[in-house]
């Protein structure tokens, strides 16, 4: 296996038995009254990878917002690192796949209802004028956005097709 290969690649064998070691130390702290144990680097680490690895996939590669759904799918993924049973399932990297995959799609649900409340904002207040490239039109003259917008689309007709 090649060195990038191996880059973002997780053994879920070994990612099995770690999980199954961190639960023995869960039940172990429970018993003794202790607190809970952190997870540990290697479980942290098969995390990361597989958000990340899963944030190059054609569907969410284009979103500037790209490393707040890693954060969100690894957040996640601690949160719910208990409900992973192993009696039930031996495939870890599945199980937590799914977590990521459901925070990235989340995550993008609340990005856009910002976006629209942000458009919506611009709209209601005419600030959206603001956003047009004074060196296309003298918006001077223009009251409201859809004056500016009709401008700059006669003046591209004018310029031709060629130049769009």
Known sequence: MSKKQSEHYVNNK????????????ILE??????PRPQITNYIGECFLKIATHLSYRPNFVNYIFREDMICDGIENCIQYVDRFNPEKSTNPFAYFTQIIYYAFLRR????????DIKNKILEKTGYDQVFVNDNTVDNSNYSDYNSIKDAVYSKLRGMGSNNL
């Open 14 to 25: 070994d990612f099995l038995d770690a999980l199954v070691e961190y639960k023995k130390k």
């Open 29 to 34: 702290a429970e018993e003794n009254g202790s």
């Open 108 to 115: 993008i649900q609340k990005e856009k209802k910002q976006l």
